[in-house]
């Protein structure tokens, strides 16, 4: 989404999250549950995408409304970065995916790496916070921090998931395709920043 009407959206569905939330009253309920539909109508016109799964999409943020949380972890073998290429758009990116409820964002990075290549690693730094919409990444429906991790190979070897089709080492000057609404090349350099200065403190914005 590229124009004001995302900023409608937005607050046209915060305002039906806070108050389907909060509000007791039957009549308030009916309301905000009307507010919801337009704001849900707008984004479809907005993305072209059919009405059930912008309301599929939606249907992931239920309460106050807040960011979610996706980690990425950077994992090295001496001077190359794991990636995993997504099955999805056939694109690279760093392992990752959203932190589930009740997980902590370290432990979800590990998850997501032996997921999605096989490999076992355990997460030794926070390397960035990212707010995803300063960072030039494709807009989306909910707003999303990216947690960057840096993590330490522990063993495994590459396999493939239901998410992904490979997994590979790269270095830094030789880096393939990317999935670009999941990662940049900008926060892959990053994260070789930090792993020969781990002095370096976390980034955020």
């Known amino acids: 989404m590229t124009d004001e009407r995302e ?51 939606l249907a992931l943020e239920t309460g106050p409304p807040c960011p979610k949380l996706d980690v990425r972890a950077a994992v090295f073998r001496e001077d ?24 902590s964002p370290a432990t979800a990075a590990v998850r997501e790496v032996r997921e999605e290549s096989g490999y076992e690693c355990r997460a030794t730094k926070l390397v960035a916070v990212i707010d995803r919409d300063r960072r030039g990444y494709p ?3 909910l707003h999303a921090y990216k947690l960057l991790f840096l993590c330490e190979l522990l063993g495994g070897a590459p396999a493939t998931s239901i998410e992904t089709s490979a997994a590979e080492f790269f270095p830094l000057g030789e880096l393939p395709a990317l999935s670009r ?20 403190p976390t980034e955020f914005e």
Do not use: N
Request: charged share 30%.
């Open 7 to 57: 900023g409608w959206f937005r607050q046209l569905r915060a305002i039906s999250q806070y108050g389907l939330h909060y509000s007791k009253d039957p009549y308030d309920l009916e309301r905000f549950r009307q507010v919801s539909a337009i704001a849900s109508e707008i984004a479809a016109r907005i993305t072209g995408l059919p009405a059930a799964e912008v309301d599929a999409r």
């Open 80 to 103: 190359r970065v794991l990636m995993v290429r997504e099955t999805s758009d056939g694109l690279w990116t760093l392992p990752g995916g959203w932190v589930d409820v009740g997980e």
């Open 139 to 141: 807009r989306m429906l």
């Open 181 to 200: 609404g999941r990662v940049s090349a900008e926060e892959v350099a990053l994260a070789f920043r930090h792993r020969d200065h781990p002095e370096l």
